[in-house]
């Protein structure tokens, strides 16, 4: 079955200053010298990108990099300078703003960088506020955000207020919020930055299960491999406005497109991206109880060091197309040495 695209864009600029639409009419593809010597800021720069349904997509990059301006033209919260975006094969720059009013309440959820509970509403509240903007009545209201906050771990603190929360409660909340009109496409703009690192991996994973329940097509910005390695199934690097690379975690490890991909990566143990079918011996034959090929080396590897012969991989639907070694684990933990 091939994907379906669920959202894309294609050359998708969003530049900032008097002189931006002039210069694009000009100049449909300036450089970044043409930017600069116009006087304006290439917060996007001719982007492309195809988010599949059902995938997590992940932007990356250094703050400034063009990450939120890029999602905000996703969903036309900024107005793109020029280019087209694609949802569902509808063009969204077509859309009349009481449509995409319509197409964001019903079909998008949001997380943003910097969200805000409203203080003064008990986290139901909260949870049921867009579905209150959509006038849905309101004993449906309710039950729906009863069922999201417990879906978010928040059962039994629906009377709360934001000020007696954590700040991962918080966040559990805007999680919840984002996710009671049940949205199609989920936008979420480093929803964990600022939480302190064991909470954010116990965020991560509960993310996780929640996407194994619900299936959404999501768009997660962080400025975190670490991170991004954990949740993602493809990652767009952005530097300066530009996506330099989209590619699963572990091309980008092995295949890096430039220095500045390469640097992103470098400070995450290759065991923790590389996955068994990325290194083993295609057609091998082992012995014992198989492994997936999708199972991260780290995952397996003291079963495999500590095994006596190769161990089968497996591919999805469980047909052996390989095995893999001690050798190939050695390497990917303790590199090639220093004669590289
Ligand atoms: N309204 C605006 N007017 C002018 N420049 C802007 C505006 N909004 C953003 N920019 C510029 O566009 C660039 C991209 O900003 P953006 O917020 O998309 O970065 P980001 O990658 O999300 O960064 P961060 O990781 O810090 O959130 C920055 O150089 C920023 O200063
Ligand atoms: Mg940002």
Request: net charge negative; hydrophobic share 40%; charged share 25%.
């Amino acid at each position: 079955m091939t994907p379906t695209t669920k959202l894309s864009c294609r050359n998708v600029w969003k530049l900032y200053g008097p002189n931006a639409e002039t210069l694009l009419a000009q100049n449909p593809n300036p450089s970044a010298d043409d930017i600069r010597n116009a006087g304006v800021i290439g917060a996007v720069r001719n982007a492309n990108i195809e988010i599949v349904e059902g995938e997590i997509f992940i932007i990356m990059g250094l703050s400034g990099s063009g990450k939120s301006t890029l999602v905000r033209c996703l969903s036309r919260l900024i107005e793109p300078t020029s280019g087209e975006v694609l949802f569902d094969d509808a063009d969204l720059l077509r859309a009349s703003e009481k449509e995409m009013i319509e197409i964001r309440r019903h079909k998008m959820g949001m997380v943003f960088q910097h969200f805000a509970l409203l203080p003064h509403l008990s986290v139901l509240q909260n949870v049921m506020f867009p579905l209150t903007i959509q006038a849905t009545p309101k004993h449906e209201a309710e039950a729906k955000a009863r069922d999201v906050v417990e879906l978010v771990g928040l059962k039994g603190r629906e009377d709360y207020y934001p000020r007696e929360l954590s700040g991962g409660q918080q966040q559990r909340v805007g999680i919840a919020r984002s996710l009671v009109t049940e949205p199609d496409l989920w936008f979420l703009d480093e929803p964990f930055s600022a939480l302190d690192p064991l909470i954010r991996r116990e965020m991560q994973d509960e993310f996780l299960r929640l996407q194994e329940r619900l299936h959404k097509t999501i768009v997660f910005i962080t400025h975190d491999f670490e991170e991004a390695v954990r949740l993602a199934d493809r990652i767009a690097i952005m530097k300066d406005g530009e996506v330099i690379q989209i590619a699963t975690p572990e091309e980008l490890v092995m295949n890096p497109a430039t220095d500045y991909v390469a640097e992103f990566t470098r400070h995450i143990p290759r065991s923790k991206v590389l996955t068994v079918g990325g290194v083993m011996t295609v057609g091998a034959a082992g012995e014992g109880e198989p492994i997936v090929q999708s199972t991260r080396v780290s995952a397996v590897a003291e079963r495999i060091i500590t095994a006596d012969a190769p161990i089968p991989v497996t591919d999805g639907k469980g047909l052996v197309i390989g095995a893999i070694d001690r050798k190939a684990v050695a390497h990917v933990l303790f590199g090639e040495g220093d004669a590289v």
